[in-house]
């Protein structure tokens, strides 16, 4: 359902009619095939939906069909440029890429959009990096011919490029204060999960946001993490083995070393009553994974307390 929601977006810029929104796609063919699109029966289809309006118009002393956008069909295009789209590296079909180029800029967010699914975008992609490396190393002694080694490696390449793109992507839609909390001594964050994914999620957009950080994977490594080394905030789930995220909390606040260092708890709880005692233990701020923009609250939350 691509097409509909580039016509969506375009007619978000204001009213056009039909063969100037056909004209207007083939701004996108350098990400998506949408260059010999009939754009009339998808109009008349979203009309039916309720996403555009018609009226007819005099243009150019010819009599043209003005389409509009609609409430419903620019709350159906934030919804669908909010969604995670698949990954694709065919450079034609680029879902990932259409998403990020048809985004309208988010007044107060910088250059671009906030997008949530783009750190988990980029786990996901070092997940594949990781089995890409791991097939080639296993393949060098092997007698797998040397043209399917070639594309294999082609293919890692392209997860490599793809992982630089999405980076930049993330720097982009965070503003422009990335940018200079890079160019400035980085800040060190140190997230404890015991997910992996979610350490790899919250290493991608905190990294995008400027910020160095250094991952452990339950409360008793960060708690010997934070002894090796200095850190300017702690983001900690609250849920794990061993030390949990209140435990460790806990430890941290009793610490003379520690006590001053803000803590972040990251986790799947959401009722007030665990984030009453996850602030009453000494958290400074409560982050739930389960809210929509859980991934731009957690950036605001480490920038707040460490600005």
């Known amino acids: 359902m691509s097409v509909p929601h580039v016509l969506l977006r375009l007619l978000l810029e204001g009213p056009s009619h039909g063969y100037d929104l056909h004209h207007k796609l083939k701004g996108f063919r350098h990400v998506y095939p949408l260059s010999n699109v009939n754009v009339y029966p998808i109009l008349k289809e979203m009309e039916r939906q309720g996403f555009v309006s018609s009226r007819s118009e005099l243009v150019d002393s010819r009599a043209r ?26 450079s034609e079909r680029d879902l990932v890429a259409l998403k990020l180029v048809l985004a309208p800029r988010r007044e107060g967010n910088g250059d671009g959009p906030i997008l949530d699914w783009l ?14 490396r791991a097939f080639l190393a296993e393949q060098q002694e092997s007698s797998l011919p040397r043209l399917a080694l070639l594309t294999s490696e082609y293919r890692l ?7 630089e793109y999405l980076r930049e992507a993330m720097q982009i839609a965070l503003g422009s204060e990335a940018a200079e909390r890079v160019e400035a001594r980085a800040k060190r964050v140190l997230v ?8 790899v999620t919250s290493r991608h957009l905190l990294a995008a946001a400027g910020y160095e950080v250094a991952l452990a994977v339950d409360g008793a490594h960060a ?22 995220g209140f435990q460790l909390l806990r430890r941290v606040r009793t610490d003379r070393a520690l006590a001053e260092l803000p803590v972040i708890l990251n986790t799947v709880l959401d009722t007030a009553g665990e984030r009453d005692a996850a602030l009453a233990a000494g958290a400074d701020d409560f982050v739930c994974k389960k809210d929509a923009d859980a991934a ?3 950036v605001d939350s480490v920038r707040r307390l460490t600005d």
């Open 296 to 298: 731009r609250r957690l």
């Open 157 to 163: 390449q392209a997860y490599e490029h793809r992982r």
């Open 119 to 132: 750190s988990q975008s980029l786990a996901t992609l070092d997940e594949e990096i990781a089995r890409a």
């Open 65 to 90: 069909r003005i389409y509009e956008i609609t409430r419903r069909g620019a709350a159906e295009l934030d919804a669908w440029i909010e969604s995670a789209p698949e990954v694709s590296l065919s």
């Open 223 to 244: 708690w010997a993490l934070l002894h090796e080394s200095d850190f300017d905030v702690l983001v900690s789930d609250a849920l794990m083995p061993e030390l949990d």
């Open 192 to 199: 404890a999960d015991d997910s992996m994914a979610a350490r």
